[in-house]
């Protein structure tokens, strides 16, 4: 040991008040950010009514009425360890006050407190004395402690005295092998004897028990979180449900409590690794026996001998488990013992697990009420890859019960709550994470929060077409050991395989090669996503020059003709017909402001529970749902930031429009919003399970009818989102406004209307995107009544209204008074009209979209490298290559170190770490961490045009367009057309042959 016990008892002084000063910064931040959010609203309504010049006064955050004691590290607390990974020993404070408060006669308790400290042993008055540095005497801790240790490597180590080493040995009361204190190297000696003096097993487990929190300290808030999930109520469930509570927060693990598990997350094992495949050591009764065996093997060849036989062959009797190819006991390898079996990690909440028992597997959509009333059958014989889609449960059997220690497993017979363990045998009924149970009462829990988010994607396919099916279980393995990573297949047959970063990229690959799928593999060029969005016209171009609208010319977009662009870059909406004239739609696009697109992107969770509950609340499912009280308050926090961001940006131009959105987009929960501005039409809130109503007044025939069809725009609306023009990848910040709607007369259908029967009243209106209309009529025997006779069908379709007879079943009733069945409304809504109207709301959200000024979202990686002063310039130098930007940049206090936060496209993070540190000699080490969406700063059509422009960049505009690259590549990855010349100013070459 290069220090003595003195420094040594600072050097560790300054690391534990190190790590408390850190510690305390983060607790610090973290109330700060909770009182802003809870007294934000009131301080700045205060803040307007105080002067600037004031200062403000931070005593009122409450930080000084907290205790936060016990957030920090301190030994006398008893929530620190003093180990040696080379050594193998490790102490708490508690162990030496155990040991001295027998020698000294004092307290264990006051030894404890005293042991760290600046505190001494007065030797004449044996008494415990404060100010040990300002006297000039060694602290308790250097002289009990430290010194002591240091005596034991001195004697054993650097002295190499036996003598000395026996006497400690001794005096410690140890008992250490004699074969290690006769070993020749010392450090072997040292280890025996810190294993027995000061072992680091107890230390770090007996702290574990004392300070982690017991599962019986679990709340009834966490309770409720872990079984609602998607911030339903617990109140809302099934009574049996709601019993099993208790169940958690007492930790029950008698036989009558029921078993609930959660899987979190599968691990791959090697099956040569598992307890029962591994050589055991032999008891003495079973080297008896082989000794035993042995000797009459022995006996029998001298007996062959004798009788001159001359056999290799032993007989069958004789066999042993030596040479019957038993190899368990023997070490040898079988083909039992290849390849990977899946381990669950889970954690038990309630009873007690053990082998053998058949629990059911409850999927992520699992519904214990449809499963209480019988609506879900359980198969026993089902897994996870042959179970059907309306179908969310298995049943297993547990084979074998696992105690993880590190890599090494020990079994188990029995595990009762509140433990962690690993399971096997649910390697077919586990895809990522689930939950087992006995009963099938109990709910699936949430899903697991993952902070790095699958971003970079890759194509692969195996060397060798005949290896297909190889490939695709590796990656169904992958996926299930992997929980960040997703698997894909295209419509186009392509295997993609996500991941969140280059490097976790190249270990999954590596995965499958050499573990999984064992195969050699074609990976394509990674694939990076992007968003395509609309920003407010520039005031300024490429040169920093004011932009004059009457010199620009309107750029051609893709796949529309001269024309169309142009005609359609003088407005900001666009009207579209369906094919047969009857409806005339008219949509606006609008760029959503940033920090609305942030809020909606960060709070997509809470967006895709809000759009759920609506459609509970609108009929559209059966299930009861209710929102929890946690829930229903983020849920209008979230309502209340949408209403206080659109106001900040412009209130006159977003007024009102929270109340107004029909819908998110796209899949429902993205950050691009449908708004209904057609003046008189209302509709359902998305807010209405808050409590937010629309007032539903009288409507016109027209607007009732509207209602049929709506979710067909929503439908179109999810379409267009899903898929923009710049190269069909998703929006994002956009929002599309709905003004007018009209359903117009066909000339063919201009009669009298006064025998309908048929009104927009016996219609039910599906509102949001996808569903369906619930059949509640019964079904229909007599086929008459689904069959119109050919006269009165023709003769009902010049009878009716214009538009009644436009959307409503051309078929007759039997009888004056009897409407259409509902079998045929559902059928007509769904029909041909609907997908006109689908198909022009999507086309006509795309053209509005190319209305405004297009650009390209890229992903971006937040990246942090520490490095010295001499390679800022080359790791400047790699960072403007690739585009990246610096953020921050500050210099450590003490060190010649500099703190640099910069932020760096995904799309060029590939090779970055690499070429970073060839660059800088390796002084330089990126952290990249994904951050954020952040707009391409270029128009991908741009062209010069002005004389500023010609000038600076010529006619040909030679530089690269970054944004222009981006597009192209993606569309050419897809197979769309790109408008680019192969040839421009082609000139021919003389040949020399042409002058001889």
């Known amino acids: 040991m290069k220090m003595s016990p003195c420094e040594a008892y600072t050097h560790l002084q300054r690391i534990l008040e190190e790590v408390n000063a850190i510690t305390g910064e983060l607790f610090t931040s973290d109330m700060m950010e909770q009182w802003a959010c809870t007294s934000g609203n009131d301080e700045r309504q205060h803040d307007a009514e105080v002067q600037i010049d004031q200062v403000f006064d931070w005593s009122n955050t409450g930080l000084n009425d907290i205790d936060d004691s016990h957030l920090y590290f301190s030994p006398d607390q008893g929530n620190v360890i003093f180990a040696s990974a080379i050594n193998g020993w490790g102490f708490g404070i508690k162990h030496f006050a155990r040991i001295y408060a ?5 307290k264990e308790a006051v030894l404890q407190k005293t042991l760290w400290g600046d505190f001494y042993l007065n030797a004449k008055t044996k008494r415990i004395c404060k100010n040990a540095q300002n006297k000039g005497k060694k602290s308790l801790f250097v002289q009990f402690v430290l010194e002591n240790i240091w005596a034991v490597h001195d004697a054993v180590v650097t002295k190499k005295d036996k003598e000395m080493t026996a006497k400690i040995v001794k005096s410690l009361c140890l008992e250490v092998p004699a074969r290690d204190m006769r070993h020749a190297d010392p450090h072997v000696q040292l280890r025996a004897i810190f294993d027995q003096w000061l072992p680091l097993s107890p230390a770090v487990l007996g702290m574990v028990c004392e300070k982690l929190p017991s599962p019986l300290d679990i709340g009834e808030r966490r309770v409720e979180k872990l079984m609602c999930s998607h911030g339903q109520s617990l109140d809302t469930m099934p009574e049996a449900t709601q019993k099993l509570k208790q169940d958690f927060l007492q930790c029950s693990a008698g036989d009558a409590a029921p078993v609930i598990v959660y899987v979190s997350k599968m691990v791959s094992v090697e099956r040569k690794c ?17 000794r035993e065996l042995a000797r009459e093997r022995h006996a029998e060849r001298l007996r062959m001998q004798n009788q001159d036989e001359t056999t290799d062959v032993l ?39 053990r082998p053998g028992q058949e629990l059911y597997v409850l999927g992520p959509k699992h519904n214990p009420r449809k499963a209480l009333e019988g609506t879900e059958v359980v198969e026993a014989a089902s897994d996870v890859y042959s179970l059907e889609s309306n179908k969310h449960i298995t049943v297993c059997t547990i084979q074998q019960l696992y105690l993880m220690m590190g890599k090494e497993l020990e079994s188990l017979n029995e595990v009762p709550a509140g433990n962690v363990i690993g399971i096997a045998g649910l390697g077919n009924h586990v895809l990522k994470s689930a939950t087992i149970s006995s009963t099938i009462a109990c709910p699936a829990f949430t899903d697991m929060y993952m902070t790095a988010a699958p971003i970079v994607r890759v194509a692969l396919e195996p060397k060798h077409s005949s290896q297909m099916s190889q490939l695709v279980q590796g990656m169904k393995l992958l996926n299930q050991a992997d929980p960040c990573v997703q698997i894909l297949v295209q419509e186009t047959g392509e295997h993609i395989l996500v991941t969140a970063g280059e490097v976790h990229l190249k270990r999954c690959l590596d995965d499958l090669e050499e573990r999984y799928a064992k195969i050699s593999l074609d990976v394509s060029a990674p694939i990076v996503p992007f968003r395509e969005t609309i920003i407010p016209p520039p005031q300024l171009d490429v040169v920093n020059e004011l932009v004059d609208n009457t010199s620009k ?32 739609i008219r949509i606006r696009a609008i760029p959503l402001p940033e920090n609305v697109t942030k809020l909606l992107d960060d709070n997509a969770d809470l967006v895709k529970t809000l759009v759920k509950c609506s459609n509970f609340k609108q009929g559209e499912r059966k299930d009861s749902f209710e929102l929890s009280t946690d829930m229903r308050s983020q849920l209008q926090e979230l309502k209340h930031k949408l209403e206080h961001f659109f106001a900040e940006n412009d209130s006159e131009k977003w007024e009102g429009v929270v109340d107004q959105i029909w819908a998110f987009g796209p899949k429902g929960n993205g950050p691009n919003i449908f708004l209904n501005r057609i003046p008189g039409f209302s509709h359902p809130s998305v807010w209405q399970c808050l409590g937010s109503t629309v007032s539903q007044s009288a409507q016109s025939a027209e607007f009732r009818l509207l209602k049929v069809h709506c979710s067909s725009m929503v439908n ?52 949001s995107c996808g569903d369906e209309i619930t ?38 009733p039997n009888s004056e008074h009897e409407a259409p069945s509902l079998v045929q409304v559902k059928q007509q809504i769904f029909g041909p009209f609907s997908g006109q109207l ?7 959200c795309r053209r509005a979209f190319q209305c405004h000024p297009q650009r390209l979202k890229t992903a971006m990686y937040s990246c942090v490298i520490l490095t010295t002063a001499e390679v800022l310039g080359r790791l400047y130098g790699v960072l403007s290559k690739r585009h990246g930007r610096i953020i921050s940049e500050e210099m450590k206090e003490g060190s010649q170190m500099f703190d640099i936060t910069a932020v760096l496209p995904v799309a060029e993070s590939f090779g970055f770490a690499e070429e970073i540190r060839k660059k800088t000699s390796g002084l330089a080490m990126p952290q990249l961490v994904y951050s954020h969406w952040e707009v391409v700063d270029m128009d991908p059509f741009w062209v010069p045009t002005t004389d500023e422009e010609l000038l600076h960049y010529g006619e040909k505009a030679d530089s690269e367009n970054q944004a222009r690259k981006y597009m192209n590549s993606i569309r050419r990855r897809k197979g769309l057309k790109i408008q680019e010349k192969i040839i421009e100013h082609g000139e021919k070459q003389r040949t020399l042959g042409r002058n001889k």
């Open 716 to 767: 179109g609306f999810q379409l267009a989102t899903l898929a923009g023009p710049l190269c069909e990848e998703p929006m994002m910040g956009v929002c599309f406004a709905l003004e007018s709607c009209k359903l117009q007369a066909d000339s063919s259908q201009s009669s009298s209307t006064t025998d309908c029967k048929v009104t927009a009243d016996d219609v039910i209106c599906p509102v």
């Open 553 to 584: 010319q309107p750029v051609v977009r893709l796949n529309y003709s001269e024309e169309e662009s142009q005609a359609e870059q003088k407005q900001e909406w666009v009207e579209m017909k369906t094919r047969n004239g009857i409806c005339t």
């Open 102 to 106: 027998k020698k000294l006669g004092m």
């Open 838 to 844: 689908m198909s022009i709301v999507k086309e006509s």
């Open 315 to 353: 007989p069958e009797s004789i066999g042993s488990p030596l040479y019957n190819g038993d190899t368990s006991e023997t070490g040898g390898k079988s083909e039992a013992t290849d390849g990977n079996v899946f381990i669950a990690f889970a954690r038990i909440f309630s009873g007690t697990l």
């Open 775 to 812: 059949e509640t009529c019964a079904t229909v025997q007599d086929s008459n009544v689904l069959t119109a006779d050919k006269k009165s069908s023709s003769n009902s379709a010049t009878s009716c209204t214009v538009t009644v007879a436009a959307l409503m079943p051309d078929t007759q």
């Open 274 to 290: 598992l307890p029962e495949f591994k050589q055991r050591s032999l008891t003495q009764e079973e080297l008896s026996l082989r």
